[in-house]
Nanobody, 128 residues
């Protein structure tokens, strides 16, 4: 069983920065592909960024590329999302996810339907 706990959300002004963390509890951290996703009120969950199990490969949704950076720390079993130059449209609840539902992955996956475990989310609010 895997448990994920996000933290680091908050309220910032447009142009500001936040760093989200997701602590992974359980076995298999070093084998699991992971990702960040977000959901705004009234909208469906959308992808943000994903990272391979060894941290060497990352992918980003086009809307956040160049502003957000996903990374992971094996020693701390923690996933991070550094968010810079935040915009009002980045306002959402951010979720981390782990463990793809299929085996043999070689590249990170931005499809939220393909992840097995999810955290409870952390709220990010960006004001103008």
């Amino acid at each position: 069983q895997v448990e994920l706990m996000e933290s680091g959300g908050g309220s910032v002004q447009s142009g500001g920065s936040l760093r989200l963390s997701c602590v992974y509890s359980g076995h298999g951290y070093d084998r699991d592909f992971m990702g960040w996703f977000r959901q705004a009120p009234g909208k469906k969950r959308e992808s943000v960024a994903a990272i391979a199990s060894d941290g060497t490969t990352t992918v980003y949704e086009e809307t956040v590329g160049g502003r957000f950076t996903i990374s992971r720390d094996s020693a701390k079993s923690t996933l991070f999302l550094q968010m810079d130059d935040l915009k009002t449209e980045d306002t959402a609840t951010y979720y981390c996810a782990s463990d793809l539902t299929y085996g043999g992955a070689t590249v990170p996956d931005l499809n939220p339907l393909n992840y097995r475990y999810w955290g409870q989310g952390t709220q990010v609010t960006v004001s103008s």
